[in-house]
């Protein structure tokens, strides 16, 4: 049903794209044909590049698509957007008799504008910010007194997210020192073939104390058996429902629902930790059981909405989207912008970002 509605409403989206190109520059005859038949094709262009990526000798063809689809997808959200609003001044100017362009200045006006925010967007995915974020706590031990833990998050790694990408991301992880390296989930989004290499690469990056990670949803989405499998390969221990203790501190992990058709209820392992100790809850998305006993929870999944102005969209799901929260049970959350990107391989106003978290004793 969600399937059905998402595409729907995106086609809905690409046909008025196509019809505002047909009024702003006045198409007729092949020139209109073409603007709605790009619209179609790009509606189950989606379908088309899922469909190439199950195919292992169809990598060129795959990646080429996938930039197609997806680089469109991005400026026709946007082109989307931006239109409704000028829409919008329209109906405005047209009631109250302020000025407004023709409907050619319009279009090109709002292709030239939603063209410079793709270009900004594409440079702001490439270079993720770090975030700085430093937990206080008498529960830290002196041995973990200046920890050092870096979170990645929703790197999307697959057709568009591969070995360049991947090598300058650790790259900037080496440079943080971390004694810890802990993925948020949705770090595997493509079949195992578009993989080769990659594990290998994560493989020769160890930190002091080793990598962790949880699973997302994206994981489950395109199989979770070769997706365990390269985090294995990979270095990572996941955690799954389980915990373990590291330099004095207790990390602990839960699947995605995606994975397991449903909420774990992490309270049922977590509050047989010690109250003495300090705990950081591993969890793709940014949900809280009340019941749990944590003083850290790290997560992701939201992206921050990754194009203005999905953000308001995604907040109305997840109204905790990004930066740090307290919690009622005395904990905090910080929820990622994500380090990646999914589809559109842009970000607007939704930088991503490398965390690194710092444990001072209080």
Sequence with gaps: MRFALFFLLYGAVQFYCAAKTVHGLGLTGPGRGFAYGWALLMTVGPLLVWQLERCADCHIPSVVAAWIVFGWMGFAFMFF??????????????LTHLPR?????????????????????????WNPRIEHLTIQSDKIPAQADGLRIVQISD????????????????TEIDALKPDILVSTGDLVDAQAHYLDG???????????????????????????EHSLAFHERSGFRLLRGDSVDVAGITLAGVDD???????????????????????ILLKHQPRIDPDARLDLQLSGHTHNGQIFPFNFLVKWVYPMIQGRYPL??????????????????????????????ELKRR
């Design 81 to 94: 957007s931006a239109g409704l609003v000028l829409d919008l001044y329209g109906g405005i100017a047209r």
């Design 101 to 125: 362009p023709d409907a050619a200045q319009a279009y090109i006006g709002l292709t030239v504008f939603v063209t410079a925010l793709w270009i900004m967007g594409f440079h702001s995915a």
């Design 155 to 170: 790197v999307h790694l697959g057709v568009l997210i591969g070995r360049q990408r991947l090598v300058g991301l650790l």
């Design 198 to 224: 990659l594990s290998s690469v994560f493989a020769a990056y160890t930190p002091r104390y080793g990598k962790f990670a949880v699973t997302g949803n994206h994981e489950s989405y395109v199989g979770l």
């Design 257 to 279: 629902p995606a994975v397991i058709g449903g909420s774990i209820g992490e309270a049922k392992f977590l509050n047989d930790i010690s109250p003495g100790r300090m705990v």
């Design 328 to 357: 009622d049970n005395g904990g905090q959350l910080y929820v990622s912008r994500g380090t990646g990107t999914w589809g559109p391989p842009i970000r607007v106003f939704a930088a991503p970002e490398i965390t690194l978290i």
